[in-house]
């Protein structure tokens, strides 16, 4: 296992607290408040590339060390629609009801930044749907999991089963890919 530095994570996912445990990674965690608005016509990718760079500099501002900061951000879309986060069940309905028996993409983003140097990575994964019925919408609504999730689904969950196959990397669809996250951490 290559030696990382150990870096802070400007994130308050508990996923990507798990994923970066994997690499073995030392860290500490902040959650800084940033505005997270989409600008007009910013494609999925420059967004959350954006939101990775400025997560990462608002952490370099909290943080009371020098270590490099990881900030984070990733979106699925559909032909440049971004999904949010389902604000009750009939936009969790409308928002699975287009993922249905289609394909839709992930784009996740990693910044490093040490607030003089910041390096980034974008991973972008295809996501294929299998039809899902209506009851089955209604009773993954009911289990509590899609409710804060960007999409409405946790393909490391229950939404697992939606999944007919990924083109890409599954943990960045979880939220932290972490080939990009490897690959910036040893050239750090």
Known sequence: MTNYPSIILASGSPRRVELLH?????????????DESRSI???PRHY???????????GVAMADKSWP????????YQAEQLFVKPQDRDDF?????????????IASAIALSDGRRTE?????????FRHIRRDEMLAYWDSG????????????????????????????????????TAQLLAAW
């Open 22 to 34: 994997q690499l073995g990674v030392g860290f500490e965690q902040l959650v800084p408040d940033i």
């Open 69 to 76: 900061v990881l900030g984070c951000d990733t979106a699925g």
């Open 93 to 105: 309905i409308e928002i699975l009801s287009m993922l249905s028996d289609s394909e839709h993409q």
């Open 145 to 180: 999991e899609p409710q804060d999730k960007a999409g409405g689904y946790a393909i490391q969950g229950m939404g697992a089963a939606f999944v007919k196959h990924i083109e890409g990397s599954y943990s960045g669809v979880v939220g932290l890919p972490l080939y990009e």
């Open 48 to 58: 959350v590339e954006r939101m990775a760079k400025e997560k990462a500099a608002a």
């Open 41 to 43: 016509h910013e494609s």
């Open 120 to 128: 980034v990575a974008v991973s972008i994964t295809t996501v294929y």
